[in-house]
């Protein structure tokens, strides 16, 4: 038999192996597919998130449809550029509304998905710091105080491009911090605050003010759990005891007493404080309206 000849004998069995691979390996492949969320692998689908997620910002859109686009961008496209400002986006707008649980889950993700030490810190886009969401949220003042204090660079990457500081890790850590201790819950309060420091800038007085409240916070569980052995009730992760007892008693202290986001703001140039009123001068008011 001549090489044409097995050439031609072989050909049935190598069409067959065709067919078995091109029916079993796809197959294998869409099942993998099957389980994980869908990837933006081109522009063209780069462009539809971002036009959904501009949605979000459109005020002819009721507000159950914008709510409604972030949430889509955070659960269909999880690796596109916009996740991670849909959840922060939604997180504040759920703070601003007063629910405290669903701010507390989405920042959490954000912090879990998308700001762990390991992986270079996701950045808010250009067009989420347009937006009254941010410009009205603690970021930009944070962010000003420290161009102020010398910690706004932080940096050269591997391109030699100077990095600048990146305040989101620090301040989503900060607010869920503040958030777990509202709720009781000191032990969560106690490590954000610490990954609020590990994320925060090196020194200074905001470094100083997270120290501060940590402190506050330790304080406070130690005081809970006296608390709790005194009348002999297992600590549940820091919830307040309805029973009483000394530190129960005492009201809780504000832990936004202790970062004064105004005095935290640069002064700008030619820009006065307000001086404080002279002493006595209410009470000479008072004084003449009673003769009058």
Same mark, same amino acid.
């Given at each position: 038999?001549?090489?044409?000849? &097995?050439?031609?004998?072989?050909?049935?069995?190598?069409?067959?192996?065709?067919?078995?691979?091109?029916?079993?390996? !796809?197959?294998?492949?869409?099942?993998?597919?099957?389980?994980? !969320?869908?990837?933006?692998?081109?522009?063209?689908?780069?462009?539809?998130?971002?036009?959904?997620?501009?949605?979000?910002?459109?005020?002819?859109?009721?507000?159950?449809?914008?709510?409604?686009?972030?949430?889509?961008?955070?659960?269909?496209?999880?690796?596109? /550029?916009?996740?991670?400002?849909?959840?922060?986006?939604?997180?504040?707008?759920?703070?601003? &509304?007063?629910? @405290?649980?669903?701010?507390?889950?989405? *920042? @959490?993700?954000?912090?879990?998905?998308?700001?762990?030490?390991?992986?270079?810190?996701?950045?808010?886009?250009?067009?989420?710091?347009?937006?009254?969401?941010? %410009?009205?949220?603690?970021?930009?003042?944070?962010?000003?105080?420290?161009?102020?204090?010398?910690?706004?660079?932080?940096?050269?990457?591997?391109?030699?491009?100077?990095?600048?500081?990146?305040?989101?890790?620090? @301040?989503?850590?900060?607010? %869920?911090?503040?958030?777990?201790?509202?709720?009781?819950?000191?032990?969560?309060?106690? &490590?954000?605050?610490?990954?609020?420091?590990?994320?925060?800038?090196?020194?200074? #007085?905001? #470094?100083?003010? *997270?120290?501060?409240?940590?402190?506050?916070?330790?304080?406070?569980?130690?005081?809970?759990?006296?608390?709790?052995? &005194?009348? +002999?009730?297992? !600590?549940?992760?820091?919830?307040?005891?309805?029973?009483? +007892?000394?530190?129960?008693?005492?009201?809780?202290?504000?832990?936004?007493?202790?970062?004064?986001?105004?005095?935290?703001?640069?002064?700008? /140039?030619?820009? #006065? #404080?307000?001086?404080? !009123?002279?002493?006595?001068?209410?009470?000479?008011?008072?004084?003449?309206?009673?003769?009058?």
């Amino acid at each position: 038999m001549n090489y044409r000849d &097995r050439r031609k004998s072989l050909s049935p069995i190598l069409a067959a192996f065709v067919l078995i691979c091109a029916s079993v390996l !796809p197959c294998a492949g869409a099942d993998d597919d099957a389980e994980k !969320p869908p990837a933006v692998q081109n522009e063209v689908q780069m462009a539809e998130v971002e036009k959904l997620f501009r949605s979000a910002f459109d005020e002819e859109n009721p507000p159950a449809r914008r709510q409604q686009a972030l949430e889509d961008v955070i659960e269909q496209y999880p690796k596109s /550029e916009w996740a991670d400002d849909a959840l922060w986006t939604l997180a504040q707008w759920q703070k601003k &509304r007063q629910k @405290t649980d669903e701010a507390i889950k989405l *920042l @959490t993700q954000l912090a879990d998905d998308y700001l762990t030490p390991d992986r270079p810190a996701s950045m808010l886009e250009r067009f989420t710091q347009a937006q009254d969401v941010y %410009l009205k949220s603690r970021i930009p003042v944070v962010l000003d105080y420290i161009k102020v204090s010398g910690m706004f660079y932080v940096g050269e990457d591997d391109e030699g491009k100077v990095v600048k500081f990146n305040p989101l890790p620090m @301040t989503v850590h900060e607010d %869920l911090a503040k958030m777990w201790y509202r709720k009781g819950n000191y032990r969560n309060s106690i &490590r954000h605050f610490e990954l609020a420091l590990n994320f925060g800038p090196l020194s200074g #007085k905001y #470094k100083d003010s *997270l120290e501060h409240q940590l402190a506050v916070v330790k304080k406070r569980l130690e005081e809970y759990e006296k608390d709790a052995a &005194r009348f +002999g009730i297992k !600590p549940d992760e820091g919830q307040p005891l309805k029973n009483g +007892g000394e530190g129960a008693d005492k009201e809780r202290v504000k832990l936004e007493d202790y970062i004064n986001i105004e005095e935290l703001k640069p002064e700008k /140039e030619g820009e #006065k #404080k307000p001086s404080e !009123p002279e002493k006595g001068k209410g009470e000479a008011g008072e004084k003449d309206k009673k003769e009058k």
